[in-house]
């Protein structure tokens, strides 16, 4: 594939979705989340308006990030503060949540990466996209002289091809629980070459539709072989080739990083990126703190919760602000399987069980009475937000006096008692929807009793897929492979459900290069999962972020696994 132009240490190079083989219509041929819902930008870049959905509100949408500040020169200097909650590690192989990739975003480069409103792919450690010489063969140059940071045990050396192997073959170990993106490629690459320094080489089994979009992936990050080897791991430490230089983690309070001076990555004015000298993370997981450091200006950026966002507004005009459909959206769990480790409790491995359940889970109710209808209600594993992959229709109807009837010729006419966990460290909102669940299914007679849990043990619970019933907060991302795979597929590692029929369909969509006999298959296999039951797909709120004033030259990408930070600059002026 051609190159688009550009010069060594200005990363312009850029492919069009059109132009990657299997990216080409992730979207849809719309910004990333153009939902046919309005809204309106300023010339500050703030967001206005929210359109009315029957089945819930729709945050105002614009066809790309807005970005203050953008074309002016930037000034160098100061810190950039702010906000996530804990992560259970430093490693991008490992964890699942955007408090990993906030630190390891910005330590880290990849090969290529998305650009902020996910419509296009941009070259990053490649120099150009890969060359394809068939349909499972992809060759990309490194770009030369890029070094790990300066500190032990990298020492400056530089980042090589056999960096990039060692990445690539580590993140795809199948060791459920433990490296979470294994099913990017797990027996999906026969084999990695390295003929020089700065060659790599992949070459597929078979044709993988999802193998761009994956390596463009925020997890998927070129990391130090020679840290694992010293620390056993890479949970408590980050070290890597990325704008800025990881210093410490003081649990639960913040992650202190310090800009890279030998940073290979230029701005359009050939400024050296990154531009602030320091970058603080604080790690806040109360709302209504994390609103209180915004106003008193102790935070640059922070998403705010729905029920605050009128007074910030209010009380910072000038603050910049757009609100967005999110990829963290909420499911409820049956208990998963896969029909040879994990083998299917009883009674979720009677259909009727769990399409009682299901169908007796009102989503609008829960949407409404939580979140004030601030979001939309989903169709199936893949949000609205994706236009192109989305189910059309909600193959599942809300009917509870069916439910009834179901449960009683499953054997249990009076229902029966059970627990539903849920991860209670996000503040209210987990035990608002846990209470909203529970008083629907007691309607049918399922007795639930929650059981809210501190945020790694839950999650330690959840990956070892040791309950009957969860409520959950799940991914959603470009590719419908990410959302169908990681929870329901062969090589899943989010979720565990073990119908080979639904396998063999997730396989071919993966493998059919042709979109459009793509985009079939992938709403056949979505019709399929629903109507199996083995979970309830409610709603996804709406994202509300804000910066401050003084901050330009970046704002929330529309991936919000997307940390990356090395254009944001401060104007102390503004």
Not at 65 to 85: D, L
Not at 150 to 158: C, F, L, M, S, T
Not at 223 to 244: H, M, N, S, W
Request: charged share 25%; hydrophobic share 35%.
């Amino acid at each position: 594939m051609s190159d688009r132009g550009g010069s060594w240490g200005r990363p312009e190079r850029k492919v069009s979705r059109r132009a990657v083989l299997g990216v080409g219509t992730l979207l849809g041929g719309s910004a990333a989340f153009a939902l046919a819902c309005g809204g309106s930008k300023s010339r500050t870049g703030q967001v206005s308006s929210t359109a009315e959905s029957p089945t819930g509100r729709l945050a105002p949408v614009t066809t790309g990030v807005p970005v203050p500040g953008a074309g002016q020169q930037p000034k160098r200097g100061g810190t950039f503060t702010t906000v996530e909650g804990p992560p259970r590690s430093l490693d991008p192989h490992f964890d699942t949540f955007p408090a990993n990739t906030i630190v390891t975003n910005n330590v880290y480069n990849a090969l290529l990466t998305f650009n902020a409103d996910i419509t296009q792919i941009e070259t990053e450690l490649a120099e150009a996209m890969p060359e394809q010489p068939d349909q499972v063969t992809y060759i990309f140059k490194l770009r030369k002289g890029i070094k790990f940071h300066d500190v032990p045990p990298a020492n400056g050396r530089e980042m090589v091809a056999a960096d990039v192997k060692y990445s690539i073959e580590r993140q795809s170990t199948n060791d459920p629980g433990k490296f979470q993106h294994a099913y990017y490629f797990v027996n999906r690459i026969a084999r990695i070459e390295t003929p020089d320094d700065y060659t790599v080489k992949f070459v597929l089994n078979k044709p993988y539709a999802p193998f761009i979009s994956y390596i463009a992936s925020p997890w998927t990050l070129v990391i130090l072989r020679e840290l694992v080897e010293q620390d056993g791991d890479l949970t408590k430490r980050a070290i890597g080739t990325g704008p800025f230089i990881f210093e410490e983690w003081q649990k639960d309070v913040q992650h202190r990083l310090r800009r890279n001076p030998n940073y290979w990555k230029k701005d359009q004015f050939g400024n050296q990126l990154p531009y602030v000298d320091r970058l603080i993370i604080k790690i806040i997981t109360d709302p209504n703190a994390v609103q209180a450091q915004f106003l008193g200006g102790d935070l640059d950026a922070a998403g705010i919760q729905f029920t605050f966002v009128d007074e910030v507004k209010r009380k910072l005009p000038k603050a910049n602000y757009r609100a967005m459909p999110s990829q963290f959206w909420r499911q409820m769990r049956t208990a998963p399987y896969d029909g040879e480790k994990y083998p299917h409790r009883k009674p979720y491995n009677d259909i009727r069980v769990r399409q009682a359940i299901v169908q007796a889970v009102n989503k609008k109710e829960v949407l409404d009475i939580v979140f004030s209808g601030d979001g939309v209600v989903v169709k199936g594993p893949i949000l609205p937000i994706y236009p192109m992959w989305e189910l059309k229709e909600d193959p599942v109807k809300y009917d509870p006096a069916e439910s009834k009837k179901l449960l009683e010729a499953a054997g249990f006419p009076n229902g029966f008692e059970d627990e539903m966990i849920f991860d209670n460290s996000a503040g209210e909102i987990p035990n608002n929807v846990g209470e909203v669940l529970k008083n629907q299914l007691a309607k049918i007679g399922v007795r639930v009793t929650l059981r809210g849990m501190e945020r790694t043990a839950y999650y330690n619970k959840t990956y070892a897929y040791d309950y009957n019933l969860s409520h959950h907060v799940p991914l959603n991302q470009p590719d419908p492979d990410e959302n169908l795979s990681s929870y329901f597929g062969r090589n899943s590692t989010f979720y565990k459900w073990g119908n080979r029929e639904i396998w063999d369909l997730i396989d071919k969509q993966a493998e059919t290069i042709d979109t459009a006999e793509r985009q079939k298959i992938v709403q056949e296999v979505q019709r399929k999962i629903c109507l199996d039951y083995p979970m309830s797909f409610i709603y996804t709120p709406n994202n509300h972020f804000f910066t401050q004033a003084r901050v330009k030259g970046w704002f929330y990408p529309n991936d919000y696994y997307n940390g990356r930070r090395e254009t944001v600059w401060i104007d102390p002026t503004a």
